[in-house]
């Protein structure tokens, strides 16, 4: 009998009927539990390139080449100054003036070449103009020739007709004492009884234009003068300045200004105090 009772507790152990539950087999133990599936499940995987911008070393963005301002769209009215046919008649002196002055003058002339300041003037002008295109400005002139008889009022009228950003009048000086040499320019005072809230803006670009000429072309620094005797200036309604380019009853500065190369300086100068006065 304990050989029959033995012999079962062996069948019944080998084929585990004495255990009442189910083990785990070793891949059921590997499985995730739902609660975790679920847990996993609810964040949205990183897609590959999120993975490499975040694994990725942090660099500085390279610096961008500098640029210019790109040029907006500015009139500029070059006024040749003089003429070789005089306007006739006289014309207030300002808008509202009982002092009344000649339309026009006829200039003066260079002591060593000869040559009149209409002719001197209208030549830098065609160059100033043709530098100023090339670099994106609108150019108008007031006169094209030296036939062409043009008053203060109607060289002012040009400038106040486009509305333009500047009006730059172009002139010679001369001086009954030859050794005076030098370059200026001329606005119109803070006091103006024709145009004061034009001051500030006109004085500014005086100051543009003669710096960069002198700086362009070695010549001294005459200053900038400011007066209320000049008709154009007083007519204009947006800024307006003379530039006087230098002394043609100095022997040695009247032939000066006609050499290419200084006029080439000239050209540079103005232009370059033209685009400091519009912000370029």
Known sequence: MKKIIYLICL????????????????????????S????????????????E???????????????????????????????AVIAPGTEPLGPGSQEYKSADAGGTCGVSTGIPEYELTLNIS???????????????????SNDVPVSCIQRADVANNAKAAAFVRIHANGSEDQSVTGAMTICTTPQSPYVPELYTASRQLSDCI?????????????TVWET?????????QVPATIVEMGYMSNPQEDV??????YQQKIVQGIANGIDSFCGY
């Open 256 to 261: 000066l200004l006609q050499t290419p190369d």
């Open 228 to 236: 209320d005797s000049m008709s154009g200036n007083n007519w204009s």
């Open 210 to 222: 003669l710096n960069s000429f002198c700086a362009a072309t070695g010549c001294t620094n005459s």
């Open 126 to 144: 065609l160059q100033l103009k043709q530098e100023l295109e090339n670099r994106g400005y609108t150019v108008l002139l007031t006169r094209e």
């Open 36 to 51: 975790h599936n679920a847990r996993e499940d609810s964040i949205e995987p990183e897609s590959e390139s999120e993975l």
């Open 11 to 34: 069948i019944l152990l080998f084929t585990g009927c004495s255990f009442p539950h189910k083990e785990e087999t070793p891949d059921e133990q590997k499985e995730p539990s739902p």
């Open 53 to 83: 911008i975040q694994t990725e070393p942090q660099t500085e963005a390279p610096e961008q080449a500098e640029t210019k301002p790109q040029k907006k769209p500015q009139t500029i009215v070059l006024d040749p100054g003089h003429s």
